[in-house]
């Protein structure tokens, strides 16, 4: 006849399951409360949606047309929002002047990278080009780290977002920039 195992009774085991469900809960809500964000959208008089994480601060006066500002607190990112209009962007000869006017700006400085550079015309698309580029700035004891994303409509609009982040919050915040960059709609006129 086999020889029974002796286990623990329940109740000495019991404290380890609630230490252990303790920490599974703990864990959940640091993530839910932490880790989440709340998003809120702002409709621009200049033609586009944006979400936005709740608690960031919009700054439509902020510089002058068309320049828009979005502050995370204590100017640990700052988003600015460019558009501008171009008739003959939506056209090939007119994206490639405006692409390549980028590309050579990018190219004569050595302090910032294109990331993303799509060098194709999409005619007929909702947006026909983008590009991506980084760089890094200094303003009194903060670097920033500064990433831009501009896209051209076939509207002739052309948007720019630059989102500058303090270099000591990336980690923080440089997924979240990335979803409002994701999050950005323009307005076809």
């Not at 006066?61 to 600015?80: M, Q």
């Not at 500064?146 to 440089?174: C, F, M, P, W």
Request: charged share 25%; proline share 6%; aromatic share 12%.
């Amino acid at each position: 006849m086999p020889v029974r195992k002796k286990t623990k009774p329940f109740l000495c085991r019991l404290p380890t399951l609630i230490i252990l469900g303790l920490i599974v809960i703990a864990t959940v809500i640091v993530k839910l409360t932490f880790f989440s964000v709340l998003w809120q959208t702002y409709n621009s008089p200049r033609g586009y949606t944006l979400q936005y994480p709740k608690g960031w601060q919009i700054d439509p006066t902020r510089g002058s047309d068309p320049y828009e500002r979005i502050t995370a607190k204590n100017d640990e990112v700052i988003l600015a929002i460019s558009v501008y209009e171009d008739k003959n962007a939506p056209t090939k000869e007119g994206f490639d002047k405006f692409l390549d006017e980028i590309r050579q700006s990018y190219q004569n400085n050595p302090d910032v990278s294109l990331l993303s550079f799509d060098p194709e015309f999409h005619p007929g698309e909702y947006i026909t080009g983008e590009y991506v580029a980084a760089s890094l700035w200094k303003k009194a004891t903060v670097t920033y780290e500064q990433t831009e994303l501009g896209i051209v409509t076939q509207g002739g609009h052309i948007y720019i977002l630059t989102a500058n982040v303090d270099r000591q919050k990336s980690k923080k915040y440089t997924k979240i920039v990335n979803e409002v960059f994701l999050r950005f709609k323009p307005i076809l006129k």
